[in-house]
């Protein structure tokens, strides 16, 4: 019976990892299609049933008859489906077409002037108020005003029309207006409470509007985001408030123990901190008062670093980059043969996968791909060079390496919902503003999207900061949420001199969750990136005695 149950595992194990790679002949049959445009060939749409699947499917769809396209399995790709939906309804498959139309319509925007003018008369079927809710809420985060108001005009009788119409306006930038009809809608969308807290000016009006949210029957997800928003509001303003609201935000264990806290500490209360949930922030602060001493193994993250700073580095940086080869047949012979757009679109997590990304310049997506194998970098040494990558314009510069892997993944085309551009996310103001220090003449925001732009102004920013602060989590916290508020956090407790000092100044008196958060990223990455590229000692912010110092106290 054991040799029977390690046989099967043999057999399932020996098809896993052949599952994980393309096989060099499929590769070829793929290579020759493409040369002879053959697309229809019942060859290559064998090649469906491989990693090959989506470019399978997109070229098919795009080149074979209807009668071949209207019996291809749907693909992802929303450009793909469009076609075989149009192909079913050319042959006369017209409920299959619905079907497909429909569910294009009801996952992106993208398509809509494609899809409405191929169902020209005939849209009722696509109009269902729970779809038409959801276009208009993508349409407005993506400040896609006209889009949203457009289906809108759809949902006058809509429960929610009041609340997604509310919404629109504060895409749109008209707050006042959008306050109105959020207080309008409140009676029947309690998740309008969220926007009202976020709304109101004064801190009692906001402080009633976040109660009104945590007692209604709102989602959970806006009562978390609310209660962080509003605790970080009131931290250090109004204790007054805090503790109303801490109480409020009971509900939510980590947030609630984190806060209190944050709380203790800045009231020099830090004995308390040891009746609390022993989260990593918990000790972290705990050992930054000298309550307590915790051995720091197991993580790369921000507290181990600071207070049990490793000896050596993962593996060694030659290792690395020796093993950047790939050795997966199939990927090795699309990669020879220039074909990183079919790469692109392979989506099986697989260390070589995630590398033939990482050669092809898809480095967010091989980052994505790696992040599963990350426990296995003394297997896969070259992983690191793709969970950590350096787009050749960054040179060496780790600095703003680590803060372009934070703001973008390395995205070129990347734009966020407030506006930020490119590699390094940087804000249409802001890029005004570098554009006069550095002199250059007739600067538009548009000139951010170019790689080389963006990494100039993004450099000269954080190099910037960084001689302000001299010390680059500080640099990254101005970076994130303003130089201002850094300041103010000095003013408050003081220059940080030791990594217990860094602890408390970013836990404690940086006032943003997020800007908190990205402070302990950035610096995990400063880590990886001065090993790899750098002298290896950049993220040793602090000397010796003072590391030495921080470990025995």
Known sequence: MNKLLIIIFLIFVLFISQSQAIEKEYARKFINSLKNKDFCSKTFLELEKTDLREVVLLLSSSSCSKEVVSNLPLPKNPYGKLEIAKALKEIGSEEKAKEIYSEIFKETNSLDEDILTENSGKIEYLFKPKVLRRKVWRAAKNREIGKALFYLDYLKDDPFYGYLLAYTLLKAGKRELSKKFFKMASDTVPESFFFLTYLSKEYPEKFFYYEKLMKSSARKSFKRLASVYILDKFFMNDFGLFRKALELSRVFPDIYNYYLARYYVFNFQCEKLKKLPQSREVRALEEACGVKHFKWKGKTD???????????????????????????????????????????????????????????????????????????????????????????????????????????????????????????????????????????????????????????????YIHNLLREFKLFPLAAAGYNGGPSRVRRAIKLFKFPKTPKDLILLNEVFIPFSETRNYVKRTYVNLYFYSNLYGKGNEWKIFSRHQQKDSREH
């Open 302 to 460: 921000f507290y181990s670093l600071l207070l049990s700073p490793p000896k050596k580095f993962l593996v060694g940086r030659k290792s690395v980059f020796r093993s950047l080869k790939l050795r997966n047949k199939g990927l090795l012979e699309l990669y020879k043969n220039n074909l990183c757009y079919v790469i692109s679109l392979i989506d099986r997590p697989s260390p070589q996968n995630a590398l033939a990304q990482y050669l092809c310049g898809n480095y967010k997506k091989g980052i994505k791909l790696a992040l599963p194998f990350r426990k296995k970098i003394n297997k896969y040494p070259y992983l690191l060079a793709v969970l950590y990558p350096k787009p050749s314009v960054f040179e060496n510069d780790v600095y703003s390496l680590s803060i372009a892997r934070q703001e973008s993944l390395f995205e070129k085309r990347a734009l966020s919902r407030s506006g930020a551009i490119g590699l390094m996310q940087i804000m249409p103001k802001t890029g005004k503003y570098i554009a006069k220090k550095l002199k250059v003449s007739s600067f538009k925001s548009s000139d951010l999207f170019d790689e080389e732009t963006n990494y100039r102004f993004g450099s000269y």
